[in-house]
T-cell receptor, first 112, second 116 residues
Framework: QKEVEQDPGPLSVPEGAIVSLNCTYSNSAFQYFMWYRQYSRKGPELLMYTYSSGNKEDGRFTAQVDKSSKYISLFIRDSQPSDSATYLCALTLYSSASKIIFGSGTRLSIRP | KAGVTQTPRYLIKTRGQQVTLSCSPISGHRSVSWYQQTPGQGLQFLFEYFSETQRNKGNFPGRFSGRQFSNSRSEMNVSTLELGDSALYLC???????????????FGPGTRLTVT
């Protein structure tokens, strides 16, 4: 069983739609939860991070963590064509915070 | 502030050869992590160096090794290349002082390695 499972997509939605991206994980010891965004031919960039259950909002983006269900989500409101990218969920432990475990990534396309 | 740089950007090698990839972190960052990205396995952690010492290691064979210099620049070496080593190799730098300073990583553009 993989440590983190993520639906690879691809996911295509019209501009302005609300996008929901999800991951599940198996190890309850994970304590830090992140979302990275990767544009084509670029390295990933950190989008959001959190270390507790609940919601964290940043502009059009909301990260949600449910530790009891081992489930993490990223919501994008008012999606824009510039949001078209691959989104990777990522987790790490307190004891080895640099050793990031990534999901396989969901390829998202926003249609104008 | 300059970003993470990786050289070379593209590389073609033959099976059995060895290769060395280079990474220059953001100024002031002491941690450099290396990742392998493939379509089948995704982004996988190779190892992390902090202050010239390997601090974390992923599940890769010993053919994959690395080192870090006193100026925080890092190199990754793969010996006896196999076809399956064809991948995008990404390095990432961070302050590395634990917590968010460790998992807030800044990635370079990667080195695309093709093994024939």
């Amino acid at each position: 069983q993989k440590e983190v499972e993520q639906d690879p997509g691809p996911l295509s939605v019209p501009e302005g739609a609300i996008v929901s991206l999800n991951c599940t994980y198996s190890n309850s010891a994970f304590q830090y939860f992140m979302w990275y965004r990767q544009y084509s031919r670029k390295g990933p960039e950190l989008l959001m991070y959190t270390y507790s259950s609940g919601n964290k909002e940043d502009g059009r983006f909301t990260a949600q963590v449910d530790k009891s269900s081992k489930y993490i989500s990223l919501f994008i409101r008012d999606s824009q064509p510039s949001d078209s990218a691959t989104y990777l969920c990522a987790l790490t432990l307190y004891s080895s915070a640099s050793k990031i475990i990534f999901g396989s990534g969901t390829r998202l396309s926003i249609r104008p | 502030k300059a970003g993470v740089t990786q050289t070379p950007r593209y590389l073609i090698k033959t099976r059995g050869q060895q290769v060395t990839l280079s990474c220059s972190p953001i100024s002031g960052h002491r941690s450099v992590s290396w990742y392998q990205q493939t379509p089948g396995q995704g982004l996988q952690f190779l190892f992390e160096y902090f202050s010239e010492t390997q601090r974390n290691k992923g599940n890769f064979p010993g053919r994959f090794s690395g080192r870090q210099f006193s100026n925080s620049r890092s190199e990754m070496n793969v010996s006896t290349l196999e076809l399956g080593d064809s991948a995008l190799y990404l390095c990432a730098s961070s302050l590395g002082a634990g917590g968010v300073t460790s998992y807030e990583q800044y990635f370079g553009p990667g080195t695309r390695l093709t093994v024939t």
